[in-house]
């Protein structure tokens, strides 16, 4: 498949069901991919993988940022009654409800803009991550540089272990 037919992401679903052609399925003349017997069987697979990976990478990053968020609320960066824990689980309740409500914004506001159309969706979804990941090191190595600075005798864990 030409590398100009892979942009978005029906270009990748497009790609990896062509290669699951081998196990049964066709492309057509004009590119369209066809699964058939395993290949369809293999394909189902692989969406579930690719949702499930999906999934769980995200909600592993959610988990350790809110937690993060709680205890730096609690320590006094910020509201301490998002710094609340749940007595049951141990899981910050106020900044996953925040989140979640967040979240919930971001959706809405994202299939109105892009009008449902999943692939605009997803463009602009990568974009927003892609945008807020970098703005954060924007804010995050220019502060290192500032305390390496301004605090020169306070060294990290991987200093002090260097030394033993």
């Given at each position: 498949m030409p590398?100009?037919?892979?942009?978005?992401?029906?270009?990748?679903?497009?790609?990896?069901?062509?290669?699951?052609?081998?196990?049964?399925?066709?492309v057509a003349d004009d590119g369209t991919v066809t699964l058939t017997g395993v290949g369809a069987v293999l394909g189902s697979v692989c969406a579930?993988?690719?949702?499930?990976?999906?999934?769980?990478?995200?909600?592993?990053?959610?988990?350790?940022?809110?937690?993060?968020q709680a205890v730096a609320c609690a320590d006094g960066a910020r509201p301490a009654y998002l710094g609340r824990l749940?007595?049951?689980?141990?899981?910050?309740?106020?900044?996953?409800?925040?989140?979640g409500l967040l979240a919930s914004?971001?959706?809405?506001?994202?299939?109105?803009?892009?009008?449902?159309?999943?692939e605009k969706y997803f463009t602009?979804?990568?974009?927003?991550?892609?945008?807020?990941?970098?703005?954060s090191y924007l804010l995050t190595f220019p502060s290192m540089l500032v305390l390496?600075?301004?605090m020169p005798e306070r060294r990290g864990r991987s200093a002090r272990l260097s030394r033993c």
């Open positions: 590398a100009s037919r892979i942009q978005s992401l029906g270009g990748f679903i497009d790609a990896a069901k062509q290669v699951l052609t081998v196990y049964g399925g066709s579930a993988g690719l949702i499930v990976g999906v999934l769980t990478s995200g909600v592993s990053w959610a988990i350790g940022a809110h937690r993060a749940s007595s049951r689980h141990g899981t910050p309740v106020h900044v996953n409800v925040l989140s914004v971001v959706l809405v506001t994202a299939l109105n803009l892009t009008g449902g159309d999943s602009a979804g990568l974009a927003l991550v892609i945008s807020t990941t970098f703005i390496r600075r301004r």
